[in-house]
C-alpha cells in the first residue's frame, strides 16, 4: 500500500513537511452519474482528465479562489503554465504509477 505515516499528524510532534501533490484517479463506472477521472491535486489548484469523452476532457481550478469549482480554467491563457505544469505532473504519475 502506498502512502505516509500518518501517527505523526495525530500526537504532539513536529509534524514533517507534507507531499505538495498527490495522483487522483476514479476508474469505477457509476452507470454514467460520475465520469471516470484520473488528475493532480494540490494545494491551491485541481487538475482533472475525464476519460470517457472522445478526446480527454480538461479541467483546472482554482481550489483557493473558487472552492465550488465553477470556472474551468483550462482555456484561460493566463492559466496556461500552471496547466502544462499540473498535465506534466498527471503523466508522470502515469508512468511511475503503473
Same mark, same amino acid.
Given at each position: 500500500?502506498?502512502? *505516509?505515516?500518518?501517527?505523526?499528524?495525530?500526537?504532539?510532534?513536529?509534524? @514533517?513537511?507534507?507531499?505538495?501533490?498527490?495522483?487522483?484517479?476514479?476508474?469505477?463506472?457509476?452507470?454514467?452519474? $460520475? @465520469?471516470?477521472? *484520473?488528475?493532480?491535486?494540490?494545494?491551491q489548484y485541481k487538475y482533472l482528465r475525464y476519460l470517457d469523452p472522445e @478526446?480527454?476532457?480538461?479541467?483546472?481550478?482554482?481550489?483557493?479562489?473558487?472552492?465550488?469549482?465553477?470556472?474551468?480554467?483550462?482555456?484561460? @491563457?493566463?492559466?496556461?503554465? $500552471?496547466? *502544462?505544469?499540473?498535465?506534466?505532473?498527471?503523466?508522470?504519475?502515469?508512468?511511475?504509477?503503473?
Amino acid at each position: 500500500m502506498q502512502g *505516509e505515516d500518518l501517527t505523526q499528524l495525530f500526537g504532539k510532534q513536529q509534524v @514533517p513537511a507534507w507531499r505538495q501533490r498527490f495522483f487522483y484517479e476514479h476508474h469505477y463506472s457509476h452507470k454514467g452519474k $460520475i @465520469p471516470q477521472t *484520473e488528475g493532480v491535486i494540490e494545494d491551491q489548484y485541481k487538475y482533472l482528465r475525464y476519460l470517457d469523452p472522445e @478526446p480527454d476532457y480538461e479541467v483546472l481550478y482554482d481550489v483557493k479562489e473558487d472552492p465550488h469549482e465553477v470556472e474551468n480554467l483550462a482555456d484561460n @491563457p493566463a492559466y496556461q503554465t $500552471i496547466l *502544462e505544469e499540473l498535465r506534466n505532473h498527471w503523466t508522470y504519475f502515469k508512468k511511475n504509477l503503473q
